[in-house]
């Protein structure tokens, strides 16, 4: 009888979602010659090849690509019937902080699931930027926190990639402005250093015009056709352009996204959160933000 090893797939995804080998071996916790090795038990169960190699990086196949939808739904629903039984009974409550930048988007997306399966279980949700949240949790005042990915230490592992944008307002010509008005985080936003690292490098003009530690205030600039600023592809906002080369602006660097687990949150109850988290970010596909891009 045929049948798929989910492990393989979890590998599967991981390369697809951080583009190497040896990228998705860290997440996975594998070496990269077990990487390599589970792939191609995998093309050989599919009898089909689902990578090519493109320089550094590995590409889909039309038929890995294929593939990637299934693997995400077969994760996806392994891990939902084994917390339905697993979790059976498990109740308490949860500190969880994450910064506004991925609150709208992501926490609805998170949160209705597992309350399905963890009816008992509350979550406290704390919004604070990226720094103050990941010392919340050194501090043990959180439980579990959703971050960019900056000094995590040992207390977290990055669980998502995410492209950065430069975007500006569906309906505004901000980003023809010269000097260009930004709309940025505080100076320890590490969006804030690339966006003006990246212009510094194109020698593009700019101006800061509105410096905020809130989204919805930075979003609310951008929107109103004041500055242009950059985010990450799960905090765009409907109504918002993404700025690309053929609007004058070059590619900025990928965004990690990291889950932080406090050193006293080691009960059933972080557990059951913490592996929801990990599991429905990484299974987030680009199509669940479509809708706000241009």
Known sequence: ??????????????????GSFTAAGDVVHKTQSAVS??????????ERPIFVRDG???????????????ARRMIRLNDET??????QGVAGTIRLGLPDDYADRLLPMILAGFSHINPCIEVAVECQSSDHTSAMVRE??????IVTSGDVG?????IRREPLYWVGARDHDTHERDPLPLALGPETCSWRMSAIRTLDQMGRRFRLAYSSGSASAISGAVLAGLAVSVMAESSIRPNMRIL???DGFVDLPACNI???????ATGPVHDALANHISTSLGNLQASSFQAAAE
């Open 37 to 46: 090795m589970q792939m191609r038990r995998l093309e050989e169960r599919i």
């Open 258 to 264: 990291a889950l932080m687990r406090a050193e006293h």
């Open 154 to 158: 040992d207390r977290g592992d990055v």
């Open 244 to 246: 690309g080369p053929r």
């Open 1 to 18: 009888m045929n049948v798929l090893d989910l492990d393989q797939l979890r590998t599967f995804v991981a390369i697809a979602e951080m």
């Open 140 to 145: 043990g005042k959180l439980d579990l926190a």
């Open 56 to 70: 550094r990086q590995s590409r889909l196949t039309e038929d890995g690509r294929r593939l990637l939808d299934y």
């Open 82 to 87: 084994l917390s339905a039984f697993a979790d």
